[in-house]
């Protein structure tokens, strides 16, 4: 089997196959049908480098010890072994196309080349206008504008860089046909990053008239300062710089706050766009029987809850992610040879928004992706990390999910070696964990993205299918310690009643028993 490997920067699950009612995504909506969809699923930290090298690597944060953007796991925690590195080694070719690991420091400026592929990756020639003024304002000049539908023909080179990376991964698929060779591809699209730029067009699929506000789009009462992002990123965009809104709980004005959500749909439908031309050269090149499809993202983005926007939280709107997987003859009756799986739907006309066949409630995290696709692929699953794992090249800290693909068989049976993870056992209940740190108590400039020198509180956020509990602790970074006897603040929030996370009831509960399984996990 090979492996098409789809990672979205920022996509929560805004997804006709996650129920929402205004979003056009066909071409992802149609691969959901074919797949097993987890509604549950969660991204170890909530910012792009941090998350994409733990789920690369298959190591929580606190093992990868990287929590900024700046520096290399191998030289500054331990050499360990990446999911396409683990591929490359049992003969796949393994490919990178845009955004997979992050670029920079923390890929070693070269996205792990040449441990993790077997050619130097690409990227989008287009990549290095992203932040460039080509936002034509109401004046006709142009801006770096957070929101930014632009005319595609007048675009440096008369491209977006998503657009070339469709073009790359194409032009790869129909060299690994012609080669016969088996291959881990790994496809790494930009939006709905922001800046939100994207072909203008889009915009029609959303009047504004049709986009509401957040259902929650104040701070809630009970929320503590720590557990607040200020979204500074945004706020330095020329047309959130024009509002100036008060730092750091703002809020924008509620006609910006809809274009922001118009916009982010927008990218979103874009985005679909490409994954249906993607998909559609799978069926081209008569790959489609043959090939497993994983479709995911690094984390969420708030788009106004609680009064905040971007991700840097632990709150679900941040560390929720959509993810899929498409394994032929195992999540849909086996495909015979030259029949199309993913003809490509324009997003302009076809509404699918079906309910996928195969979706999993189970609470899984990303964390779990290397040892779920080496189980898939049918190579030996890495072994669970001792305690201590910096010397260990290769293990993982997160279990594979295939138990769970069988949705019907509601009552999983617990393998035997589902349990080597203790803390994944208390009641048999599947948990997943994020962490986000902050710089200070409160919200100051650097509170979203604090570098590693300048943490000194960790939020250990865990999730289960009926709660999410959070508590902010003091860090030590020089020797990367969390002190749970030095607790800032905590939140509780209890899924049934307070789905959105609105209703802090830390401090009227008794909550020993969640620390306690917090402590647990940290151990092991």
Not at 18 to 31: C, E, F, W
Not at 57 to 72: E, H, Q
Not at 366 to 377: D, H, M, N, R, W
């Amino acid at each position: 089997m090979n492996v098409l490997f789809i990672v979205v920067d920022d996509l929560r699950p805004v997804l006709g196959c996650y129920g929402d009612k205004l979003v056009k995504s066909p071409n992802i909506d149609q691969l959901a049908l074919q797949s097993i969809v987890f509604s549950n699923a969660y991204a170890q930290e909530a910012v792009c480098a941090p998350s994409r090298v733990s789920f690369l690597t298959g190591r929580r944060p606190d093992t990868t010890r990287l929590y900024d953007f700046y520096s290399y796991w191998r030289v500054h925690a331990g050499n360990y072994s990446t999911m396409p590195q683990y591929f490359k080694e049992n003969g796949y070719v393994t490919l990178s196309v845009g955004k997979v690991f992050h670029p920079g420091v923390s890929s070693n400026y070269s996205d792990d080349y040449p441990y993790s592929w077997s050619i130097p990756p690409f990227h989008p020639s287009t990549e290095k206008y992203e932040n460039d003024k080509t936002c034509r304002g109401k004046d006709g000049k142009l801006y770096a504008n957070l929101v930014c539908p632009v005319d595609v023909t007048e675009m440096p080179s008369g491209t977006l860089p998503d657009i070339q990376s469709t073009e790359e991964a194409i032009r790869l698929l129909n060299v690994m046909k012609t080669n016969k060779q088996k291959f881990f591809l790994a496809v790494g699209y930009h939006k709905p990053h922001i800046p939100l730029r994207y072909p203008q067009e889009f915009l029609k699929l959303y009047p504004l008239e049709n986009i509401t506000l957040a259902p929650d789009p104040w701070v809630p009462e009970k929320l503590p300062s720590v557990a607040y992002n200020p979204w500074t990123d945004i706020r330095q965009r020329d047309d959130v710089k024009a509002l100036n809104v008060s730092f750091p709980y703002g809020p924008l004005p509620d006609d910006f706050q809809r274009q922001i959500r118009q916009s982010y749909y927008a990218a979103v439908s874009y985005l679909d766009m490409q994954v249906g031309l993607l998909l559609n050269a799978l069926d081209d090149v008569g790959l489609s029987n043959s090939t497993i499809v994983v479709f995911t993202a690094d984390h969420g983005w708030s788009l106004g809850e609680h009064g905040e926007w971007a991700k840097y939280s632990n709150f679900d709107v941040a560390t929720r992610v959509p993810l899929m997987f498409y394994v032929p003859g195992m999540t849909t009756s086996s495909v015979s040879q030259g029949e199309r799986v993913f003809p490509y739907l324009d997003p302009f006309s076809h509404i699918l928004g079906l309910v996928p066949q195969g979706q999993s409630k189970k609470v899984v995290e990303l964390v779990s992706l290397f040892s779920t696709l080496a189980e898939l692929a049918g190579l030996q699953v890495p072994p669970v990390c001792p305690e201590t794992s910096f010397h260990v090249a290769l293990c993982t800290e997160g279990a594979s999910i295939v138990r769970y693909f069988n949705v019907s068989e509601e009552k999983v049976k617990e393998e035997k070696d589902g349990c080597d993870d203790t803390y994944r056992c208390f009641n048999e209940e599947p948990v997943a964990f994020s962490q986000y740190p902050r710089p200070a108590d409160v919200p100051q400039w650097n509170s979203d993205k604090p570098k590693l020198k300048d943490i000194r509180i960790m939020g250990y956020s865990m999730r289960t299918i009926d709660y999410r509990y959070t508590v902010w602790v003091q860090f030590n970074p020089n020797n990367f310690s969390a002190n749970f006897e030095d607790v800032h603040a905590g939140e509780l929030y209890m899924v049934e009643t307070d789905p959105n996370q609105d209703y802090n009831i830390y401090n009227n509960t008794s909550h020993g028993c969640f620390l306690k399984k917090i402590l647990g996990f940290l151990k092991h």
